[in-house]
């Protein structure tokens, strides 16, 4: 029988509706209370690793996951070579350099990125960060033409660009370079640029659209370690130090992981090895950020997501979109301090306006219940953060949502879009704006961003319905959950959570371990925080188990559990962690589902 088609325990509707399946195969330890035998541990990391895609010929590559093993030569994208030329130019002849970024978490990291390089090879480059609200996503002609007045002959796009055609004609129109530095999708006409660096551009090659999962801050590292190549080789460190690209790699890590790119290969390494270095702190803004997040730990790969990354992008969504990357390049701890405090009351006032247009657009989502992709939009709501509420939505509801901010003056709605995965949003945009549905749009598979005419959302509703419609159905056919093994109470210990841990860092396309944990009787369950449920609850082999459902306490999970007969055995279902609040370590679990065991 399939791995994948074994049902776990039999359960084939748990209380949040769905069929739990193993995912690669049973590592059913729910007979022992500890991790048992030497080899064990590596035995659990070598079923997740092969789980996940790995061959088992590759397995030590992936165990340790280096640069080294993973770093594809800079010279498979295309343009790549034509790009650290040019800016290896601008650098041995003092040109005068401007990057131009976005203003989310990829876009900011990626700017930081290129200006510290720049640094470190002793050019001052400037940064541009456009507002979200006056001139909206991607390179405006008129701010690339003005930087070319003041003195700018190179311009690098990072995290934007690859769609910017009537802007980079404008700036070609005035003499001045533009480098495109991005990761979204492609039309099949490039802008006219000096370079193009892009995996997912259309004529792409077979290495380099094999990385099309990098966030635009690993392409600005591929161009980094292209560009300190090119200078190598024109002797430019004769008589000076090569920067320390491995120090990058923290930004690459914080980037990548809140863009929501894809933790597989050479994405996995270099997280893997980021993670290491922002332990060190060497980044003087990158520290204050962890201060103020509050963690007295190293970060982990869930922190970026969680906690560093909302920070940054609070600056671009209800702030200063400039803060981030101020952040991220100062070397004045003071101004670091003061930054990072800033960007956290930026990121209180985010969520306050965050939930008040989440209850609005849920509001609407009854009404679309027969859709597939779901196209919510309201007036005054607003656009810096439509796509966490989109995010939200397509979590609660399993299918695509689309969130549009309506402006009354301009006839117009900035929207936002999140999807699950089998259906590429992305795509679907690109091809709406081209069949004249929309102003503007584009994006990658699962998030995309468009401008609208007011007028034509019901029109662009029904276009993505019937595009994704069956897209959408194949996706949600297999509602199921994949399991990775199985524990009694007494089994979920600090020390499972270490040997699961290392077969991380774990996000999207690189799963966390999902662990059932039973037979269990519920001790408490009652309800904390913002609607989130808790419970304490035991097994037979006398282990205790505390977990927490997030938000969680209005659906039909959660209030099963809060209404469980006493004494009525369930299995849970979650990610293992480690809880440090204590006076020593336990393991605790992060539920996702639970189902009755008798």
Not at 440 to 454: K, N, R, S, V
Request: hydrophobic share 45%.
């Amino acid at each position: 029988m399939n791995a994948l088609s074994a049902s776990v325990f039999g359960i084939e509707r748990s209380l949040s509706g769905k069929a739990w399946r193993w995912r690669g195969g049973n590592m059913d330890l729910s007979g022992s209370s500890l991790l048992g035998p030497a080899g064990l541990e590596d035995d659990i990391v070598g079923q997740l690793l092969m789980s996940r895609g790995v061959p088992r010929e590759d397995l030590a590559r992936h165990r340790a996951p280096s640069l080294r093993a993973f770093l594809p030569d800079p010279s498979e994208f295309r343009d790549m070579d034509a790009a650290a030329e040019r800016l290896a130019e601008a650098v041995m002849t003092r040109e005068q350099v401007t990057v131009y970024g976005d203003y989310d978490v990829d876009g900011a990291t990626s700017a930081a990125l290129l200006i510290r390089l720049l640094r470190a090879l002793g050019h001052d480059a400037r940064y541009y960060i456009p507002d979200r609200l006056l001139e909206g996503y991607g390179p405006s002609g008129p701010a690339l033409v003005r930087l070319a007045q003041e003195g700018s002959s190179l311009i690098v796009t990072v995290d934007c660009g690859a769609m910017a055609h009537e802007a980079l004609a404008m700036a070609h129109d005035v003499g001045v370079d533009v480098i495109v530095v991005d990761h979204h999708k492609c039309a099949p006409e490039l802008p006219r640029a000096a370079a193009l660096v892009n995996p997912n551009r259309l004529d792409e090659g077979i290495v380099a659209s094999a990385h099309g999962h990098l966030a635009a801050v690993g392409v600005s590292f591929l161009l980094a370690v292209a560009t300190v190549r090119t200078l190598r080789k024109r002797g430019w460190f004769a008589e000076r130090p090569e920067p320390d690209l491995f120090a990058l790699l923290d930004l690459v890590a914080l980037g990548t992981v809140a863009d929501v790119a894809a933790l597989h290969g050479l994405n996995r390494a270099m997280v893997a090895q980021g993670l290491k270095v922002m332990a060190h702190r060497q980044n003087i803004g990158m520290s204050a950020l962890i201060d103020a997040s509050r963690l007295s730990r190293p970060p982990s790969c869930s922190d970026l997501g969680f906690a560093l990354g909302p920070r940054i992008n609070a600056g671009g969504r209800v702030g200063e979109s400039t803060l981030g990357v101020r952040l991220l390049t100062t070397d004045d701890p003071a101004e670091a301090q003061e930054i990072a405090a800033q960007l956290s009351r930026l990121n209180d006032d985010r969520r306050a306006i965050e939930q008040a247009v989440q209850e609005a657009a849920e509001a609407q989502i009854e009404r679309q219940h027969n859709r597939s992709v779901l196209v919510l939009s309201g007036r005054g709501w607003h656009p810096g953060v439509i796509g966490i509420v989109a995010g939200r939505i397509k979590e609660k509801t399993g299918k695509p949502a689309l969130v549009i901010a309506l402006d009354e003056e301009t006839g117009q709605g900035k929207g936002s879009g999140r999807s699950i995965s089998g259906v590429d949003l992305g795509a679907a945009i690109i091809a709406a704006r081209e069949e004249g549905l929309l102003v503007a749009g584009g994006g990658h598979a699962m998030a995309a961003g468009l401008t609208i005419a007011t007028d034509r959302l019901s029109a662009l509703a029904d276009w993505l319905d019937a595009r994704l419609a069956r897209d959408v159905t194949a996706a949600m056919g297999g509602r199921s959950l994949l399991v990775d093994l199985a524990v009694a109470p007494g089994g979920l210990t600090p020390d499972l959570v270490t040997t699961l841990d290392a077969a991380g860092p774990f996000g999207m396309g690189w799963p966390g371990p999902k662990v059932a944990v039973g037979p269990v009787r519920l001790l408490k369950a009652d309800i904390v925080g913002n609607d989130h449920v808790r419970l304490i609850a035991t097994g037979p082999d006398g282990g205790r188990v505390k977990a927490i459902a997030f938000r969680a306490s209005e659906t039909d999970m959660g209030q099963a559990l809060l209404h469980t007969e006493q004494g009525r055995q369930l299995w849970l279902l979650g990610r293992a962690k480690i809880d440090d609040w204590g006076a020593r370590p336990q393991a605790e679990l992060l539920l996702d589902d639970a189902a009755w065991a008798d």
